[in-house]
């Protein structure tokens, strides 16, 4: 097996090289990386039900969907993030079982003095609280296993950043199951968010029996921009694979109260409706119309509008007011 520590902070970046190596990799490896402050969403996840859009916007919080299910989680510098790529035939095809591919993780951390257990499904937990999330997923005979160590994230902004707007919404995809969580630095007062990563890589290659970090190749690295560039910065990936949903979502306009109803189909406006008792010079299904059609992502929600003047149909409403509206991820 061979060890990388990978120094970049891009999500998206990152997502990519993860995907490149495991795809590449001629044997098994482990990984250590850390990501810039960012909301990673599952692969099976309606992606607007997951965060708050306001506020990752106003504190320029990545929003990005991974290759593996699971949950969506928040990462900043205080939290770490490890690799394992297995092959099936190292693991005895196994695959079914998380513990199986924690267990380097959980020896690590006991390694540092950490009483942690694995726990349900795919938790690590210290003192019944989650320090650790993990997902996986199998391509052609290879086991990749990635997963989450709070150790000094910000909780208050984790906490905003995972709570999404309240609108109703009905949606296929997997919802987050939100638990009790804890930073490591509590069971780790020696260290910093700084010193830790050294620490854990340390304590994680001792446990694998692995002498050092081998640098990580140069044409990984390339392959790595260019599927970023094309799958992991893009809209259509993080939000338009989203499983179809509708919702409904309510807002005060001078005119009168607004309740939107759109249908979403593969990321695009399929239907749109609008309900309440607000006034407008022209008839609303003529609003509606519009929509449909109309990619669900807010520039070009904005754009459609403003060649419409909203107003007309929603007294006091604007392009902007009422594309804040209909996208939850606004």
Same mark, same amino acid.
Request: with cysteine; proline share 5%; aromatic share 10%.
């Given at each position: ?72 989680v928040y990462h900043d510098l205080g939290n770490l993030n490890y690799t394992i790529l297995a ?9 079914? $079982? ?93 260290l910093d968010r700084e010193t830790f990563p050294k620490a854990f890589a340390d304590a994680l ?5 692995? $002498? ?102 929603i007294e006091g409403a604007t392009a902007e007011s009422l594309a804040e509206l209909l996208s939850?991820?606004?």
């Open positions: 097996m061979v060890f990388y520590w990978n120094e970049r902070t891009d999500p998206t970046y990152n997502l990519a090289l993860e995907e490149i190596m495991a795809e590449q990799a001629d044997e098994p490896f482990a990984m250590i990386w850390r990501n810039r402050a960012s909301v990673i969403i599952g692969r099976n996840q309606n992606a607007c039900r997951e965060f708050d859009g306001t506020f990752v916007r106003e504190h320029g919080v990545a929003v990005v969907r991974r290759t593996t299910g699971g949950g969506a092959f099936e035939s190292d693991s005895d095809a196994r695959y079914a $079982d998380f513990a199986v591919y924690a267990q380097p993780v959980l020896d690590a951390l006991k390694n540092l003095g950490v009483d942690a257990g694995f726990s349900g499904r795919n938790d690590i937990l210290v003192g019944g609280r989650k320090v650790s999330g993990s997902a996986k997923r199998i391509h052609d005979g290879r086991i990749l296993f990635h997963g989450t160590l709070l150790f000094d994230v910000d909780m208050d902004a984790m906490t905003a950043a995972l709570t999404p707007p309240r609108l109703k919404i009905e949606a296929k995809g997997v919802a987050s199951v939100r638990a009790r969580v804890a930073n490591l630095r509590e069971f780790l007062p020696g290659t001792k446990t694998l029996g692995i $002498d050092g970090a081998a640098p990580i190749h140069e044409n990984w690295k390339r392959e790595a921009e260019r599927l970023a560039d094309e799958r992991y910065r893009s809209w259509e990936w993080t939000f338009g694979e989203s499983p179809d949903f509708a919702f409904e979502r309510t807002a005060r306009f001078p005119g009168g109260v607004v309740t939107a109803h759109l249908d979403v189909h593969q990321g695009v406006v399929r239907r749109a409706r609008f309900t309440g008792d607000f006034f407008g010079a022209d008839p609303v299904s003529e609003l509606a119309e519009a929509l449909a059609g109309c990619s669900h992502r807010p520039d070009a929600l904005r754009e459609v509008l403003s060649r419409l003047n909203p107003g007309r149909f939850p991820q606004a």
